[in-house]
């Protein structure tokens, strides 16, 4: 208001917890400094750390970068803007070696380019060439190397990475080197590169690289630059590298410490462990629990998002205390007023509070598990709830062992191997049917029934885990009801053969006197096709079709579908992401109008063909190999894709999201397949 200018909000400026946590944007860190610091919110998950960028300074990097007349220059500015709003330590450069450093973030840079030259700022010029806290001399240690581009021809970074070892000094700070190129780094994977590589790799540093273009088209050494950088990096490789537009950096820049970002995820965890910081921004929290030990935060049932108390608005105690509605009570110490912490009871009042519980070994109140009162709460809640559906009641999961001796020990619990998952205790499910009254096994006739003299669970309920309950053609899981389980299918239900033959969407197979489903694609006359609701006889082509698929042309589809780390989750109903997806898979081909031609027909018939290609890692499309299913190529025959089914589910690959290779993969499956007058279908699935 002095100067009558509208300026960037600069959070640094607010010196008091209250102001601070009411501006949208900014966060007091009460682990900063002895009474705490107020920081922009994108930052309040970084630790003590410190962070050297080797910046390319390679004649391709004075070319225009889109919007951006020069690359160089723009890394310099989004370095620029970075820093004003970092969390920056306070300290000098000029003792960064010397004295032990218990702020914020601290920065240094380094120009690397021609064999044998890279460059950092002198001796007497800003940090004089270290890592530093002070944003004068990091402004000025950037001026320094946008006067001094080196401008060759060829990048070399052995130097470069050598400098930077040097300005990593304590031990007691995360370490961070992140290379930022375009080119093709000549001695990336060399063994003197190799080395210094090592020896930073040796003192903790995590390195990471972004491979910056001009545009969204990748240029033709992208493949090799990309490989080449890859050698410098920390392992997990893939996760520590990223491929992006100049335009993008500084958004990367901005995240680095959000975990919800691929390398904020492994620079927000504190050093040696997967813990983060005591506290941080309440949107970077992202499971109930671990938000609601936040005093500042609050959990939201129905959204699952994690955002700022109500209290934290509250900068005066008499407003603080009166404010009974959102529980707050006002911290002396601090100056803030937070909520009241969930279950802070003593004893008595723990047993008054029907939200908590009193655990007598610890003696302490906790808050009562599976307090959900929507359904998906319930079921993303990493400390294993259920949901009831029958009663809309969010209930403890019963058998949360991670051990499988210690599960099946428990009578009413079984250890599947078979149910994979990202909790420790997922294998071990609880086990219906265990009780030895009849009456009682009676009431639970959907799952149980009382045979020679015991209650005993009906064949497909014996199947715990989706993906083998599908392999089992007589079953499917449930998810018409939670818990989910795994029940007979609607026309095995029919042990008669005129209910079954009365019900259109069955049919009696006389040769296993059983009662199935109908395909449609099975009925090759057309009275018998008309005679099912569900199907409708195509003139055309003389085919019976699902009614779903009767306007389907002669089509290939290539299904390209996610199979990284992330789909292993539960999703909603469906307790592992990547079977759900390949299950139902399995039972749209079933119904699919295929052509029922195996793969590497050169003239295909009538009805659809699919391929499928699984992404993930970088640099891979996985596809059955040939020999196995279609071999890699579209087919109509249902039995070979329920063999590249199988083999998929066998061969899931659990990495990160990489899509390039296998959208590669797929151009080559549609060239190697052209056939006229097919439509041309290509279907992404994907969780993010």
């Known amino acids: 208001a002095t100067n009558n200018k509208c300026v960037d909000k600069d959070c640094s400026k607010i010196t008091t917890p209250c102001p601070c946590n009411k501006d949208l944007g900014c966060f007091w860190d009460t682990t900063f400094g002895a009474n705490g610091a107020c920081v922009s919110g994108s930052f309040g998950g970084c630790p003590l750390m410190d962070v050297v960028v080797l910046v390319d300074g390679t004649t391709s990097m004075k070319s225009a970068f889109g919007r951006h007349g020069s690359g160089y220059q723009a890394v310099m500015e989004f370095l620029r803007d970075w820093a004003k709003t970092l969390p920056l330590s306070g300290d000098s450069g000029k003792v960064a070696g010397s004295v032990k450093v218990d702020n914020g973030v601290r920065v240094g840079v380094v120009q690397f380019a021609a064999q044998g030259r890279a460059t950092k700022s002198g001796p007497n010029q800003g940090s004089g060439g270290r890592v530093t806290g002070l944003l004068s001399e ?11 581009m080196i401008d060759t021809k060829e990048a070399y970074i052995t130097g470069a990475l050598k400098l930077a070892q040097d300005m990593f000094t304590r031990p007691e700070r995360k370490k961070v080197l992140i290379v930022v190129s375009d080119s093709i780094i000549m001695d990336a994977g060399r063994d003197e590169a190799n080395a210094a590589v090592s020896a930073l790799l040796g003192v903790g540093v995590n390195v990471f690289g972004v491979l910056v273009r001009p545009a969204a088209a990748f240029p033709p050494t992208a493949g090799t630059a990309r490989n080449a950088m890859l050698n410098l990096l920390s392992d997990v490789r893939d996760e520590h590298f990223l491929d992006a537009q100049m335009k993008d950096l500084k958004s990367i820049l901005n995240t680095l410490c959000d975990p919800s970002k691929q390398f904020g995820r492994l620079i927000s965890s504190a050093q040696g462990s997967g813990a983060l910081k005591p506290t941080q921004p309440c949107p970077m929290y992202f499971e109930r629990n671990s938000c609601n030990k936040d005093a500042a935060c609050r959990w939201s049932a129905s959204l699952l998002v994690c955002s700022d108390s109500a209290c934290l608005r509250h900068c005066d105690e008499a407003v603080c205390k009166a404010d009974t509605s959102n529980l707050c009570q006002w911290d002396t110490t601090k100056g803030i007023c937070y909520k009241k912490r969930i279950c802070d009871h003593v004893i008595s009042e723990c047993a008054a509070d029907p939200g908590c519980e009193w655990k007598a070994a610890e003696s302490v109140c906790v808050e009562r598990r599976c307090q959900h009162r929507a359904e998906a709460g319930c079921l993303n809640d990493p400390v294993g709830c259920v949901w009831n559906s029958k009663s809309d009641h969010c209930i403890p999961r019963t058998c949360t062992y991670s051990d499988k001796d210690a599960c099946n020990l428990d009578v009413t619990c079984a250890w599947d191997a078979a149910i994979v998952g990202t909790q420790a205790w997922t294998s071990c499910v609880e086990k219906p049917c265990t009780t030895t009254d009849p009456t009682k096994c009676a009431k639970d006739s959907k799952k149980c029934e009382w045979k020679q003299n015991r209650c005993q669970m009906k064949p497909c309920v014996q199947h715990f885990d989706e993906k083998t309950c599908d392999h089992d053609e007589g079953c499917h899981w449930d998810v018409s009801e939670s818990p989910t389980m795994c ?20 049919a009696w197979n006389s040769t296993n006197n059983l009662c199935k489903e109908v395909i449609c694609s099975d009925l090759g006359e057309q009275c018998a096709c008309n005679d099912r609701d569900l199907c409708t006889w195509d003139t055309k082509n003389s085919v019976c079709k699902s009614v779903d698929f009767g306007g389907c042309p002669s089509m290939d589809v290539a299904v390209v579908f996610d199979g990284s780390g992330s789909m292993s989750q539960s999703f909603g109903r469906h307790p592992h992401g990547f079977y759900a997806m390949v299950e139902s898979l399995r039972d749209w081909f079933k119904t699919l109008p295929l052509t029922k031609e195996a793969a590497g027909v050169a003239t295909p018939g009538a009805g659809a063909r699919i391929g499928l290609i699984q992404f993930s890692a970088a640099n891979s499309a996985l596809k059955t190999p040939p020999g196995t299913g279609t071999g890699g190529r579209f087919s109509g025959s249902l039995a070979e894709l329920q063999v590249d089914l199988d083999w998929h589910e066998k061969n899931y ?36």
């Open 487 to 506: 029940g007979e299918k609607h026309c095995r239900k029919l042990k008669a053969e005129g209910s079954c033959n009365n019900d259109t969407k069955c």
């Open 653 to 688: 690959a659990m990495k990160q999201t990489y899509i390039s290779s296998a959208l590669q993969s797929a151009g080559l499956m549609f060239q190697s397949a052209a056939a006229s007058g097919r439509a041309k279908i290509l279907l992404i699935l994907t969780d993010g």
């Open 138 to 148: 990091l402004g000025a240690d950037l001026d320094y190397q946008e006067a001094k």
